[in-house]
């Protein structure tokens, strides 16, 4: 087992147990303090900007005026002549058969970019396909630019891959500590999805990751701890606002002590108001206080804020009575995505958008059958569930933020701005920088590390082959030997998967005869997890051990035997080979933990606190 983190250097992390059992008094404090005006609402619109957007709101017709809370996918890499199979794709699922058709249709004020829809195979084809939808959509009765938005978190949650720059992810941006570091990658960014015509990011996610066994956040959170979080997502939001694009704070309330994926199920959190407050609240609040230009829904319960145990997403008491009143935001609410089965596990797909809507939402993110969803808020104005002036309220806030990002003045993109901005020179170099600061060393036993290729020459990398987050990059065990072949070693890479059967065991102990040292590449480790039987078997051949975490830095508390192991956060080329320099001595180990890591035993126990990180 590790040793235990030395006390001298960092004050031990309170353990999830102490975070949640802040004290009453402070918390109730934080809880009802009242948000300064200055703090408390995105950047006004100058009265001549806002007489001009309301003028827009009532040229609408109620159609139009449905479209715009719309945010929907659409499949293909053009606007106007997908390939034949993507609009097949959206005749079947949203019964037409482009993007040009969508707008036309459904008057949508936004549309989501995803891989899987094929709207990203390079800069130059997603700027094309921005532009086209832009020019749609403003030639309809009433033009309004789209939002055209998308999840480019980094790390392990990336949309637009290769070539443009790929960056460290949240976790790592929060074992660097810099908020100029996270500031400038955000920035990095921003420009770029700024010139492939993306104008709003679903970033940075301001969950505080206070449960190592959540299933859907993890690395893609800043940190376990409040303070530190928030000083991130700031710096993030003035990264990505500073370059044009909107920022997204999510996922309201806190997704962060989930053990369930909203994705798949509906979490229930059960903290108290006053816990909520002392944890989950403080990113929020700061992002409020940044100018956030929008805050994300998460489709999860929380009790202690809503009795009724709707979905925060359709919570009137959660997003009007806490994010609306109580923290003073008066910004884009955008829904986390319709189509997840934690917001569908109550009411019907009919009814979701319509509550949301009442709830106090201004965007409702891709729903699975927009028609469907669609006529349901149309009805609803019709009938007068909804009223038009609530509709409008969302609207205006809708168009505000575009104005906030240009696009009514300058909604194209070009190939020029393309060509000088994505994936340059300079960005790429910025973000191997960033990424060396972020690789975090939790093992070193009697100074192992840095390997020498005069001493330490042949290496077999084994490992996780999980697949590339954006589709570009990897895999991780190819990736690892190329940068050790780069840096003079003879680097030698094996697959043995997130699952190594025991005939793939047997393979890598016999590749680890004659050779100098091992360096397998963990991935989420589990109780029963067969990678740990490969690390132990390699441990057993007496070849020194390295094991590098390429995704949560937890695997460190379920193996043994090992001289040393850094936490390198996320799989993606940047942080791999950022991860290989500290190995090699090429840089130095600076990254400290943003989370504790606890014994899989005794989880009370804590073996690497917040602030843990060894170096040379």
Same mark, same amino acid.
């Given at each position: 087992?590790p /040793?235990? =983190?030395? &006390?001298?250097?960092?004050?031990? $992390?309170p353990?999830?147990r102490?975070? #949640?059992? +802040?004290?009453? *008094? %402070?918390?109730?404090?934080?809880?009802?303090?009242?948000?300064?005006p200055?703090a408390?609402r995105?950047?006004?619109?100058?009265?001549?900007?806002?007489?001009?957007?309301?003028?827009?709101?009532?040229?609408?017709?109620?159609?139009?005026?449905?479209?715009?809370?719309?945010?929907?996918?659409?499949?293909g /890499?053009? =606007?106007? &002549?997908?390939?034949p199979?993507? $609009?097949?794709?959206?005749?079947?699922? #949203?019964g +037409?058969?482009? *993007? %040009?058709?969508?707008?036309?249709?459904y008057h949508?004020?936004?549309?989501?970019?995803?891989a899987?829809?094929?709207?990203?195979r390079?800069?130059?084809?997603?700027?094309?396909?921005s532009?086209?939808?832009?020019?749609?959509?403003?030639?309809?009765p009433t033009p309004?630019?789209?939002?055209?938005?998308?999840?480019?978190?980094?790390?392990?949650?990336?949309?637009?891959?290769e070539?443009?720059?790929?960056?460290?992810?949240?976790?790592?941006?929060?074992?660097?500590?810099?908020p100029?570091d996270?500031?400038?990658?955000?920035?990095?960014?921003?420009?770029?999805?700024?010139?492939l015509?993306?104008?709003?990011?679903y970033?940075?996610?301001?969950d505080?990751?206070?449960?190592?066994?959540?299933?859907v956040?993890?690395?893609?959170?800043?940190?376990?701890?409040?303070?530190?979080?928030?000083?991130?997502?700031?710096?993030?939001?003035?990264?990505?606002q500073?370059?044009?694009?909107?920022?997204?704070?999510?996922?309201?309330?806190?997704?962060?002590d989930?053990?369930?994926?909203?994705?798949?199920?509906?979490?229930?959190i059960?903290?108290?108001r006053?816990?909520?407050?002392?944890?989950?609240?403080?990113p929020f609040?700061?992002?409020?206080?940044?100018?956030?230009?929008?805050i994300?829904?998460?489709?999860?319960?929380?009790?202690?804020?809503?009795p009724s145990?709707?979905?925060?997403?359709?919570?009137?008491?959660?997003l009007?009575?806490?994010?609306?009143?109580?923290?003073?935001?008066?910004?884009?609410?955008?829904?986390?995505?319709?189509?997840?089965?934690?917001?569908?596990?109550?009411y019907?797909?009919?009814?979701?958008?319509?509550?949301?809507?009442?709830?106090?939402?201004?965007?409702?993110?891709n729903?699975?059958?927009?028609?469907?969803?669609w006529?349901?808020?149309l009805?609803?104005?019709?009938?007068g569930?909804?009223?038009?002036e609530?509709?409008?309220e969302?609207?205006?806030?809708?168009?505000?933020?575009?104005?906030?990002?240009?696009?009514f003045?300058?909604?194209?993109t070009s190939?020029?701005?393309?060509d000088?901005?994505?994936?340059?020179a300079?960005?790429?170099?910025a973000a191997?920088?960033?990424a060396e600061?972020?690789t975090?060393?939790?093992v070193?036993e009697?100074?192992?590390l840095?390997?020498?290729p005069?001493?330490?020459g042949?290496?077999?990398v084994?490992?996780?082959?999980?697949?590339s987050?954006?589709?570009?990059?990897g895999?991780?065990?190819?990736t690892?030997?190329?940068?050790?072949?780069?840096l003079?070693f003879?680097?030698?890479a094996?697959?043995?998967?997130?699952?190594p059967?025991?005939?793939?065991?047997?393979?890598?102990?016999?590749a680890?005869?004659?050779?100098?040292?091992?360096v397998?590449?963990?991935?989420?480790?589990?109780?029963?997890?067969?990678?740990?039987?490969?690390?132990?078997r390699?441990?057993?051949?007496?070849?020194?051990?390295?094991?590098?975490?390429?995704?949560?830095?937890?695997?460190?508390?379920?193996?043994?035997?090992?001289?040393?192991?850094?936490a390198?956060?996320?799989?993606?080329?940047?942080?791999l080979?950022?991860?290989?320099r500290?190995?090699?001595?090429?840089?130095k180990?600076?990254?400290r933990l943003?989370?504790p890591?606890?014994?899989a035993g005794?989880?009370?126990?804590t073996?690497?606190?917040?602030?843990?990180?060894?170096?040379?």
């Amino acid at each position: 087992m590790p /040793h235990p =983190a030395p &006390a001298r250097r960092t004050p031990l $992390a309170p353990t999830r147990r102490t975070l #949640l059992a +802040v004290t009453a *008094a %402070a918390a109730a404090t934080a809880a009802t303090g009242a948000v300064t005006p200055a703090a408390a609402r995105t950047p006004a619109t100058d009265a001549r900007t806002e007489r001009r957007l309301r003028r827009i709101v009532d040229r609408m017709s109620l159609e139009e005026k449905v479209g715009q809370v719309f945010v929907s996918r659409v499949y293909g /890499h053009s =606007a106007t &002549a997908p390939d034949p199979a993507d $609009a097949d794709a959206n005749l079947r699922e #949203l019964g +037409v058969r482009t *993007a %040009a058709e969508l707008i036309e249709r459904y008057h949508v004020g936004g549309v989501i970019y995803f891989a899987w829809a094929h709207n990203t195979r390079d800069p130059r084809q997603i700027a094309a396909l921005s532009n086209g939808i832009q020019a749609a959509a403003l030639a309809g009765p009433t033009p309004v630019p789209v939002l055209i938005s998308t999840d480019q978190e980094h790390g392990i949650v990336c949309r637009v891959g290769e070539p443009a720059t790929l960056l460290p992810g949240a976790m790592a941006l929060g074992a660097g500590g810099s908020p100029a570091d996270t500031r400038e990658a955000a920035r990095i960014a921003g420009a770029e999805l700024a010139a492939l015509g993306i104008r709003q990011n679903y970033a940075p996610v301001a969950d505080v990751n206070v449960n190592p066994a959540n299933p859907v956040i993890g690395v893609r959170s800043l940190g376990s701890e409040p303070r530190a979080v928030s000083a991130l997502v700031t710096a993030q939001i003035r990264g990505y606002q500073g370059s044009g694009v909107a920022a997204t704070a999510k996922h309201f309330p806190g997704h962060g002590d989930t053990a369930v994926d909203s994705h798949y199920g509906l979490p229930v959190i059960t903290h108290t108001r006053e816990q909520w407050a002392e944890l989950d609240a403080p990113p929020f609040r700061a992002a409020i206080a940044a100018g956030i230009d929008a805050i994300m829904t998460a489709h999860l319960v929380v009790p202690a804020l809503d009795p009724s145990e709707d979905p925060a997403t359709l919570s009137y008491p959660i997003l009007t009575g806490v994010l609306r009143e109580q923290l003073g935001y008066d910004g884009v609410v955008v829904t986390d995505a319709l189509d997840m089965q934690g917001v569908r596990t109550k009411y019907g797909d009919d009814r979701v958008p319509v509550l949301a809507l009442k709830a106090g939402v201004d965007q409702l993110l891709n729903p699975p059958k927009l028609d469907v969803a669609w006529n349901a808020v149309l009805g609803a104005v019709r009938s007068g569930e909804l009223t038009e002036e609530r509709l409008d309220e969302s609207i205006l806030r809708i168009l505000r933020l575009k104005a906030r990002r240009g696009l009514f003045t300058d909604p194209y993109t070009s190939r020029a701005e393309v060509d000088a901005t994505v994936g340059t020179a300079r960005h790429l170099a910025a973000a191997d920088r960033i990424a060396e600061r972020t690789t975090t060393l939790l093992v070193n036993e009697d100074g192992f590390l840095p390997l020498r290729p005069a001493s330490h020459g042949k290496v077999l990398v084994v490992g996780a082959d999980p697949a590339s987050p954006s589709g570009t990059t990897g895999p991780p065990t190819t990736t690892l030997a190329g940068a050790l072949r780069e840096l003079g070693f003879t680097a030698t890479a094996l697959s043995t998967g997130i699952t190594p059967t025991e005939a793939r065991i047997e393979e890598a102990v016999a590749a680890a005869a004659g050779q100098d040292v091992v360096v397998v590449g963990t991935y989420n480790l589990t109780a029963t997890s067969p990678q740990r039987t490969l690390v132990a078997r390699l441990v057993a051949t007496g070849v020194p051990v390295v094991t590098i975490a390429i995704r949560n830095p937890y695997d460190v508390a379920r193996i043994s035997g090992q001289r040393a192991t850094l936490a390198a956060y996320a799989w993606t080329d940047v942080e791999l080979r950022a991860a290989v320099r500290v190995l090699a001595g090429r840089a130095k180990p600076r990254g400290r933990l943003p989370v504790p890591v606890r014994s899989a035993g005794d989880p009370a126990e804590t073996l690497f606190p917040v602030g843990y990180g060894l170096s040379y």
